[in-house]
């Protein structure tokens, strides 16, 4: 069975999520994470963090130079844009630019599951609020959302580091969840 056939029977088949989210393939386990996330039981909760920590100890690599073949380099107009090409700052193998492609997507797929599930517990939480310090600016805004459903007041304090952000939608969504937050926190209480 090859990846794109893992990928629509975790999509389609809850029995496969387990085996999906241990796959070698990091395309086959976001859509393992997608799927948990979809289905929205606090039954995969211990799974989507043991695939959150295997993805931790993955190597971040910097953001290559992406150039757009046939469109100029001219990203306004994107119906030009044929394919993206990455071009590294030194030799990179067909296993690193693999490993670029993979790059927090399945974090981020983690973090919107658990926050789609909800119901984490201190510990779990602790582990989000861990994920707003990840070097990848997705995986940070993923980790502010996920705090705005499962996070309490005692988040709000992980979620001040990004409330002033230079990349927008870790900043915004921060924001959003620190405002949910303390929406939520009961009257009277010191957020």
Same mark, same amino acid.
């Given at each position: 069975m090859d990846s794109y056939d893992w990928m629509e029977r975790a999509l389609a088949d809850p029995a496969s999520l387990d085996a999906a989210a241990g796959?070698?393939?990091?395309?086959?386990?976001?859509?393992?994470?997608?799927?948990m996330g979809r289905r929205r039981d606090?039954?995969?909760?211990?799974?989507?963090?043991?695939m959150l920590e295997r993805e931790a100890g993955r190597p971040l690599y910097d953001q290559p130079r992406a150039?757009?073949?046939?469109?100029? &380099? +001219?990203?306004?107009?994107?119906?030009?844009?044929? =394919?993206?090409?990455?071009?590294? %700052?030194?030799?990179?193998?067909?296993?690193e630019r693999e490993a670029w492609k993979c790059r927090g997507r399945v974090k981020q797929a983690c973090l919107f599951a658990?926050?789609?599930?909800?119901?984490?517990?201190?510990?779990?939480?602790?582990?989000?609020?861990?994920?707003?310090?990840?070097? &990848? +600016?997705?995986?940070r805004m993923a980790a502010?959302? =996920?705090?705005?459903?499962?996070? %309490?007041g005692a988040s709000l304090a992980a979620l001040s580091g990004l409330l002033d952000a230079p990349e927008f939608c870790s900043r915004t969504e921060a924001r959003k969840s620190t405002a949910r937050l303390r929406a939520a926190a009961p009257e009277g209480s010191a957020t």
């Open positions: 796959h070698t393939d990091w395309r086959v386990r976001y859509a393992a994470a997608v799927a606090p039954v995969h909760l211990p799974a989507l963090f043991a150039t757009f073949p046939g469109s100029h &380099d +001219d990203t306004r107009m994107a119906e030009q844009i044929l =394919a993206v090409h990455e071009t590294f %700052d030194r030799e990179a193998g067909e296993e658990i926050g789609d599930i909800g119901g984490a517990d201190a510990a779990q939480r602790r582990a989000v609020e861990a994920c707003l310090r990840d070097g &990848d +600016d997705v995986v502010a959302r =996920a705090l705005g459903r499962i996070g %309490d």
